[in-house]
């Protein structure tokens, strides 16, 4: 008789690629659906009873949870948080955890409580595991460097979901990376070698969606599709035949390398088969930093006018920088802002340099000494540093918020977006038509941008655009309401940074109290010390209800930190 198999993907806290602020205006919970569970979904046994819980747009039930024979759960580093409380729930339900994914396959020898790890790339290592399952001797960790073709692939179960809680759908073509950047994990996951699908492969899997009913945005995961050039030019003249057969059902996008600006015929290949964004890890402006950092492919040309081309075939440009880099000059600030508002590139993802695990910056790190915890995935939204930077700390810190600042704030974000309406060239391959989808949002937005702090912004923009661009005002809309979100993250996680700083003032008031109070010595002193900290503590407490649910859980780290803190100094009020 088959097992009953729930499969679990853990949640995302909020940050600025998760789109939690954008997502109401048209009526979505998450972004995209887990793909990696569905694809291992269809490499399970036939007589398996699966069920699909996503975190993320669902709650899962200790009911469900006592019914299942098995969980397996596939997670990022991001997701660490959501893991942990999956792996006491079934504990305490006695339930055989699997868990796989980038997350554990790095870090797994710190993950407590899990039954079995099936790490690295499914393909290889799940048929063992199910094996020695199926004969009551399955071994705790299976693990194997090996890089599978992905013709071993099979398509991903994507009737196990719900399609209207997602709002794009998602498809991989290819795994892998051909460059060497010092701070990357993908080279590390899946190899130097890109690997990809046959087109055949990857079109029958847009099939399937395109029968479910599936419309809209679609995601290719892949994170650089045009790593294997040949392969991908190969592909993209029969994706381009598939899509307009069925008049253009899916926009797409996916990630590329800047290299992309130096191949005219990609980049039309790329728009013909309806590709309307890319999003480039860019870094930074500086190029002695990007030599430094092994992002050599960034040296080729002028970067501003790499992204200046590839608007003008009519892909938008998102993009990756990053601040804290050893070589970072002392106006990089200033220069990630300029060139940001210059390149028109309104998702503009800046976050800390963080060490990632079994990465050559953290091996690196580690040799000179500075690597001084684990990385918690956050980059964009945390603001925690895992290494000792070369630059002052608090000036790289104090930098990187006016950065978001400066960049988010309404206008700079309305600006841009402006400067992109003009400056992309409308392919009709591309070109997304106003549906009832659009006018809920339209409508929403209205109600909730039309009267917000930075509605006044908010209506120059959409006049502007209108006035500039009619045709484009599906992507008008989505501007907008992705703005909404990027102003509401910035916005709360200043708020929770300000939070951090008055707790770590309260420390160090209460310290030099307790260290004062030692060596005078007094009962009574020692009453008036823990009054101290109790009015410490209820005003932690009152700054705490005044955080965003949806950020509490930062600052409930640096809370606990506090606590322990400042019972330590009352044990030890001389150290």
């Not at 942990?84 to 504990?91: A, E, G, P």
């Not at 048929?127 to 013709?151: I, N, Q």
């Not at 071993?152 to 994507?158: K, L, Q, W």
């Not at 700083?501 to 109290?513: M, N, S, V, W």
Request: net charge neutral.
């Amino acid at each position: 008789m088959g097992r009953r198999v729930l499969l679990v993907y853990p949640e995302m806290p909020p940050t600025y690629w998760s789109m939690k602020y954008a997502l109401p205006f048209i009526h979505r919970r998450a972004t995209f659906p887990p793909l990696g569970l569905l694809t291992v979904a269809a490499m399970l046994p036939a007589d398996f009873d699966l069920t699909l819980v996503d975190l993320n747009v669902e709650s899962l039930t200790d009911q469900q949870l006592s019914r299942a024979d098995l969980v397996f759960s596939s997670s990022m580093l991001i997701q660490k948080e959501s893991l942990q409380s999956l792996i006491r729930r079934c504990q305490a339900q006695g339930v055989t955890h699997v868990a796989g994914g980038p997350y554990p396959t790095a870090c797994f020898a710190t993950i407590d409580g899990v039954d079995h790890f099936v790490l690295n790339e499914a393909e290889i290592t799940l048929p063992a595991f199910l094996e020695d399952l199926d004969r009551g001797k399955a071994a705790r960790v299976y693990t194997d460097t090996s890089k599978p073709p992905l013709a071993m692939t099979p398509a991903p179960r994507f009737d196990l979901m719900r399609p209207s809680r997602y709002a794009s759908m998602a498809l991989q073509f290819s795994r892998g990376c051909p460059h060497h950047c010092e701070f990357c994990d993908i080279v590390e996951l899946f190899g130097h070698k890109p690997r990809t699908k046959a087109p055949a492969q990857f079109l029958a899997e847009l099939e399937r969606l395109y029968l479910q009913g599936e419309r809209g945005q679609l995601f290719v995961v892949d994170d650089n599709f045009i790593g294997n050039r040949s392969e991908v030019k190969a592909l993209l003249p029969q994706l381009a035949e598939w899509q307009r057969a069925r008049h253009f059902p899916f926009g797409l996008f996916s990630e590329t390398t800047l290299t992309l600006a130096e191949d005219h015929d990609l980049m039309a290949g790329m728009v013909e088969a309806g590709f309307n964004m890319v999003f480039l890890g860019l870094e930074t402006p500086d190029r002695a930093t990007l030599a430094a950092t092994g992002k050599s492919q960034n040296l080729k040309s002028d970067m501003l006018e790499g992204v200046r081309r590839i608007q003008a075939h009519g892909m938008e440009v998102s993009a990756g920088f990053i601040l804290g880099f050893d070589t970072d000059p002392e106006d990089i600030f200033e220069r990630q802002v300029q060139f940001i508002q210059e390149a028109a590139i309104p998702t503009a993802m800046v976050g800390l340099l963080t060490a990632l695990p079994n990465t050559q910056l953290a091996r690196r790190l580690e040799r000179e000494g500075r690597l001084i915890g684990e990385s918690e995935g956050g980059n964009t939204h945390d603001l925690r540093i895992n290494f000792q930077p070369r630059m002052n700390k608090e000036r790289l810190l104090e930098g990187y918020k006016r950065v978001l600042a400066e960049v988010y704030s309404p206008n700079r974000y309305f600006a841009r977006c402006l400067a992109l309406l003009k400056a992309m060239k409308t392919h009709p391959a591309s070109f997304r038509t106003f549906d009832l989808g659009e006018s809920r949002a339209l409508f929403r937005s209205f109600l909730v941008q039309g009267f917000s702090r930075y509605s006044w912004s908010y209506w120059k923009f959409l006049w502007k655009g209108l006035w500039a661009n009619p045709r484009r005002i599906a992507d008008l809309i989505t501007m907008a309401v992705k703005g909404h979100h990027y102003f509401q993250m910035t916005r709360h996680m200043l708020e929770v940074d300000r939070f951090k700083l008055r707790l770590e003032d309260l420390t160090l008031a209460f310290e030099d109290r307790v260290r004062a109070f030692a060596v005078v010595g007094s009962g009574e002193r020692a009453a008036e010390l823990l009054r101290f900290r109790d009015r410490a503590t209820d005003r932690m407490r009152k700054g705490y209800r005044g955080i965003h649910r949806d950020f509490r859980i930062y600052a409930e780290q640096a809370m606990d930190r506090l606590a322990a803190r400042m019972e330590h100094v009352l044990a030890h009020p001389t150290v």
